[in-house]
């Protein structure tokens, strides 16, 4: 069965200031990955993808992350963060092949500091 | 609008009380989940469901009991509510098998508090 780790629970960093939000996921078979955000009091909405290709995808609101299939990992980052990016971050794995089940991460608590 | 609709957004409930929580999406996708929300442990599967007529259990399935007569609704139902099933819920939908490729919609969400 497939596993998400994001390996900080809380990250606190200063307006403008870059951020990186760690993920790393441990799976025998292929997987798609995917990283949502949630701001306080709603739903998720998607970030980004990786399906294939190009081991760095773009997201919206200035979002990238990296797949490393080597040290299965999936970074989340971001060159320069406003106040509004304060939400909570999720990395989840899909498997390619089989039941479409969406196993997610702890979840990362961003907070920005003026 | 099209997306997932979930209805009630916040719940009280007394201990031993049952109740379901509704789950809409008008996408027309094959597939529903359901999901729960606690401080710290991200969102564990409840249940899950790959068409009309078809569920299975997630990671979470106890005290939890769900069924799928149409392709647009997926309730959720709580048989005998008890405090360690205060959370928060959320239902989401993809097109199919291979929906991984187009990401989930989630709703947005059921406050549940069991007193």
């Known amino acids: 069965a497939q596993s998400v780790t994001q390996l900080d629970s809380q990250v606190p960093v200063f307006e403008e200031a870059p951020v990186e939000l760690r993920c790393n996921y441990s799976?025998?078979?292929?997987?798609?990955l995917f990283w949502y955000v949630q701001y306080p009091n709603q739903g998720l909405q998607l970030l980004l993808k990786?399906?294939?290709?190009?081991?760095l995808v773009k997201g919206i609101n200035g979002f990238e992350a990296e797949f490393n299939k080597s040290q299965t990992s999936f970074h989340l980052r971001k060159p320069s963060v406003h106040i509004s990016d304060t939400a909570e971050y999720f990395c989840?794995?899909?498997?390619?092949?089989?039941?479409?089940?969406?196993?997610f991460g702890q979840g990362t608590r961003l907070t920005i500091n003026p | 609008n099209a997306g997932v609709t979930q209805t009630p957004k916040f719940q009280v409930l007394k201990t031993g009380q049952s109740m379901t929580l509704q789950c809409a999406q008008d996408?027309?996708?094959?597939?529903m989940s359901w999901y729960r929300q606690d401080p710290g442990m991200g969102l564990r599967l409840i249940h899950y469901?790959?068409?009309?007529?078809?569920?299975d259990q997630g990671e979470v399935p106890n005290g939890y009991n769900v069924s799928r007569s149409t392709t647009e609704d997926f309730p959720l139902r709580l048989l005998s509510a008890a405090p360690s099933q205060t959370s928060v819920y959320f239902c989401?939908?993809?097109?199919?098998?291979?929906?991984?490729?187009?990401?989930?919609?989630f709703g947005s969400g059921t406050r549940l508090t069991v007193v």
């Open positions: 990786y399906l294939s290709g190009s081991t």
């Open positions: 996408m027309n996708h094959e597939y």
């Open positions: 989401a939908s993809s097109p199919g098998y291979r929906g991984g490729t187009y990401g989930y919609t």
């Open positions: 989840a794995v899909t498997l390619i092949q089989g039941a479409q089940k969406l196993v």
């Open positions: 799976s025998s078979v292929s997987v798609y």
């Open positions: 469901s790959v068409g009309a007529g078809i569920t």
